[in-house]
């Protein structure tokens, strides 16, 4: 079992950066796959980000390459996500999420744990 705890949303003028975080409970948070999700108002969950279990590899959805950072610290339980030139459309609820596979899968119906997500909202 895995507990998945977000922080660092907030309110953001366009153009600005956050940085979330994810923190893992449990000792086998090296064991998954890592990943940044959201969703805005009346529209599905949709991937943001992942990163491997290592932190070797990274995948970005191709409307935030280049502006997203994915990143993690297993030492620390904790992955993050840098977001730099923020954009309205990025307004939403974002959600880490941790996935126990080999290969990282993007599909929201192949992660395990989910955290309680946090807001993100870029103003104009």
């Known amino acids: 079992q895995v507990q998945l705890v977000e922080s660092g949303g907030g309110l953001v003028q366009a153009g600005g950066s956050l940085r979330l975080s994810c923190a893992a409970s449990?000792?086998?948070?090296?064991?998954?796959?890592m990943g940044w999700f959201r969703q805005a108002p009346g529209k599905d969950r949709e991937f943001v980000a992942g990163?491997?279990?290592?932190?070797?590899?990274?995948t970005y959805r191709d409307s935030v390459k280049g502006r997203f950072t994915i990143s993690r610290d297993n030492a620390k339980h904790t992955m993050y996500l840098q977001m730099n030139s923020l954009k309205p459309e990025d307004t939403a609820v974002y959600f880490c999420?941790?996935?126990?596979?080999?290969?990282?899968?993007?599909?929201?119906?192949?992660?395990?744990?989910w955290g309680q997500g946090t807001q993100v909202t870029v103003s104009s």
């Open positions: 449990g000792r086998t948070f090296s064991t998954y796959n």
């Open positions: 999420a941790a996935q126990a596979s080999i290969s990282l899968i993007t599909s929201t119906r192949f992660w395990n744990y």
């Open positions: 990163i491997t279990r290592s932190g070797s590899s990274t």
